[in-house]
């Protein structure tokens, strides 16, 4: 059974950082991209970042503007997402997925939120 | 960016009702196109991918259509558990430059 076990997340006063984990089990972890998706209740769902199968390659969403590092290891079957430079608009529900094919997503995180107040 | 706009964002239905929710995109992204569902508190599940391919363990009566802009899910016979919200992601990609991805904003299907 493929699961994707999110820990992290929680409060932070803006400026702050936190990090995001996602465990894998039940897939060849090292043969899928991974991505993070986000969903706050006013912009609804929306991607935040990929990366490769081997973490040689990221890709962001030009909200995050370097703020934000996705990153994972393979050994561990865990992907990353290091979020730096919070602000309340990054408040939202933080999903990692799984991508199939290009890109589709079978399998979700459980998601962790991330609230960002002062 | 390719903008996904779905409508209704909202309807009310009942038992046993056809319903049909929509999805019309930006630009022509030829059927790259794919449908959650997701329950309050949960995660979106996956339901349609390339425009009408039923994912594993999906009941036959969610179906996809639709190519180009234009993109309709349809529940043919609404159960209980089929109240939730529908989104819709498009998955274009091109080999010669970045292509966000992105979803619709989605459409709540309530009780009558």
């Known amino acids: 059974e493929v699961q994707l076990l999110q820990s992290g997340g929680g409060l932070v006063q803006p400026g702050g950082s936190l990090r995001l984990s996602c465990t894998a089990s039940g897939f060849t972890f090292s043969s899928y991209a991974m991505r993070w998706v986000r969903q706050a209740p006013v912009k609804g769902l929306e991607w935040v970042a990929t990366?490769?199968?081997?973490?040689?390659?990221?890709d962001y969403a030009d909200f995050v503007e370097g703020r934000f590092t996705i990153s994972r290891d393979n050994s561990k079957n865990t992907v990353y997402l290091q979020l730096n430079s919070l602000r309340a608009e990054d408040t939202a529900v933080y999903y990692c997925v799984k991508e199939w094919g290009g890109p589709i997503f079978d399998y979700w995180g459980q998601g962790t939120l991330v609230t960002v107040s002062s | 960016d390719i903008q996904m706009t779905q409508s209704p964002s909202s309807l009310s239905a009942s038992v046993g009702d056809r319903v049909t929710i929509t999805c019309r995109a930006s630009q022509s992204i030829s059927y790259y196109i794919n449908w959650y569902q997701q329950k309050p508190g949960k995660a979106p599940k996956l339901l349609i991918y390339?425009?009408?391919s039923l994912q594993s363990g999906v009941p036959s009566r969610f179906s996809g259509s639709g190519s180009g802009t234009d993109f309709t899910l349809t529940i043919s016979g609404l159960q209980p558990e089929d109240f939730a919200t529908y989104f819709c992601?498009?998955?274009?990609?091109?080999?010669?430059?970045?292509?966000?991805?992105?979803f619709g904003g989605g459409t709540k299907v309530e009780i009558k």
């Open positions: 990366v490769s199968t081997s973490g040689g390659r990221t």
């Open positions: 390339a425009a009408s």
């Open positions: 992601q498009q998955s274009y990609t091109s080999p010669l430059y970045s292509v966000p991805l992105t």
